[in-house]
Nanobody
């Protein structure tokens, strides 16, 4: 089992920044591809970004490219999501997820473990 705990969410004005963190425990962190998903009110959960086990490969949904950066620190068992130039459309609950697959697809079933989420609210 892998336990994931997100932090860093909150309220921010449009154009602002937040950095989310996800601390992992339970198994070897570097054995997992790590990802971030989000779910806005009334919408399905969507893929945001993921990073490979050693951090060499990163992928993003088009809507956040150039604004969000995913990174990981395997020594600290933590994955981060730096979010810049936030807009109200980024308002959602953000979830951290771990996948045992080397290159998981961007849908939820490819990820094995999930955190409980952290709320991000961007006001206009």
């Amino acid at each position: 089992q892998v336990q994931l705990v997100e932090s860093g969410g909150g309220w921010v004005q449009a154009g602002g920044s937040l950095r989310l963190s996800c601390a992992a425990s339970g198994r070897t962190f570097s054995d997992y591809t790590m990802g971030w998903f989000r779910q806005a009110p009334g919408k399905e959960r969507e893929f945001v970004a993921d990073v490979s086990r050693r951090g060499s490969r990163r992928s993003y949904v088009d809507s956040v490219k150039g604004r969000f950066t995913i990174s990981r620190d395997n020594a600290k068992n933590t994955v981060y999501l730096q979010m810049n130039s936030l807009t109200p459309e980024d308002t959602a609950v953000y979830y951290c997820a771990a996948s045992s697959r080397l290159a998981p697809k961007t849908w939820q079933s490819e990820f094995d473990y999930w955190g409980r989420g952290t709320q991000v609210t961007v006001s206009s």
